[in-house]
């Protein structure tokens, strides 16, 4: 029984692996089944096995990619130190390390919403609310504590989201930069959009 499951749960992964590949290549509507079935050597029928449909594909994809995400910032949080600063560099690094190593993921999870049906993308969006709220209270308590200078605590949180997502388009393993490095730059960053005393900024490589 065990071995069964194993073999599944592995079956299971190939397809997402599959699914993924196709995706950020071809986009979602580029994908067929055939596509996906093709590069995890496995027949379309097999697929239907794990995922009845596409968009459940889609749907799993983009939920872990978010789950995942949120996971490595809360993380990230929860292990900084108490200051604003601190706590917005930390999450900074975790996000940017999510996207530099989970690229073809974040891209999918950052490109594909429009293709979601409406139960997949009231999900995802719930999802993304979750992840820019944990940005927005770093933020917004460091403008209470007047660690912050910022007026736009809201906007700023999404203006560094997306600055952090964006690295998913662009960066590439073996680059001039290592992910630490791109890290450290982009938490400099986020920490000058919200007005943080530059000398708390982390240095820059």
């Given at each position: 029984?065990?071995?069964?499951?194993?073999?599944?749960?592995?079956?299971r992964?190939?397809?997402?692996?599959?699914?993924?590949?196709?995706?950020?290549?071809?986009?979602?509507?580029?994908?067929?089944?055939?596509d996906?079935?093709?590069?995890?050597?496995?027949?379309?029928?097999?697929?239907?096995?794990?995922?009845?449909?596409?968009?459940?594909?889609?749907?799993?994809?983009?939920?872990?990619?978010?789950?995942?995400?949120?996971?490595?910032?809360?993380?990230?949080?929860?292990?900084?130190?108490?200051?604003?600063?601190g706590?917005?560099?930390?999450?900074?690094?975790?996000?940017?390390?999510f996207?530099?190593?989970?690229?073809?993921?974040?891209?999918?999870?950052?490109?594909?919403?429009?293709?979601?049906?409406?139960?997949?993308?009231?999900?995802?969006?719930?999802?993304?609310?979750?992840?820019?709220?944990?940005?927005?209270?770093?933020?917004?308590?460091?403008?209470?504590?007047?660690?912050?200078?910022?007026?736009?605590p809201?906007e700023?949180?999404?203006?560094?989201i997306?600055?952090?997502?964006?690295?998913?388009?662009?960066?590439?393993?073996?680059?001039?930069?290592?992910?630490?490095?791109?890290?450290?730059?982009?938490?400099?960053?986020?920490?000058?959009?919200?007005g943080?005393?530059?000398?708390?900024?982390?240095?820059?490589?």
């Amino acid at each position: 029984m065990v071995q069964e499951r194993t073999q599944v749960r592995g079956g299971r992964d190939v397809v997402l692996a599959a699914a993924v590949e196709n995706f950020q290549r071809l986009g979602y509507h580029g994908t067929s089944m055939r596509d996906i079935a093709r590069d995890a050597n496995i027949t379309v029928a097999s697929i239907y096995h794990h995922f009845p449909s596409k968009q459940l594909l889609l749907h799993d994809i983009m939920v872990r990619v978010l789950s995942d995400s949120i996971s490595m910032t809360r993380s990230a949080l929860m292990s900084a130190d108490s200051t604003p600063d601190g706590q917005l560099a930390a999450v900074v690094r975790a996000w940017i390390g999510f996207h530099t190593t989970r690229r073809a993921e974040a891209h999918i999870g950052a490109s594909e919403i429009r293709s979601l049906d409406e139960t997949g993308h009231r999900l995802v969006v719930a999802l993304r609310d979750e992840q820019e709220r944990m940005f927005r209270d770093v933020i917004e308590r460091g403008v209470s504590e007047g660690a912050f200078s910022t007026a736009y605590p809201r906007e700023a949180a999404r203006a560094i989201i997306n600055m952090g997502s964006s690295v998913a388009t662009w960066y590439r393993e073996g680059g001039e930069l290592s992910p630490e490095e791109v890290a450290e730059r982009y938490a400099a960053l986020a920490l000058g959009a919200v007005g943080s005393d530059a000398a708390d900024a982390p240095r820059i490589p």
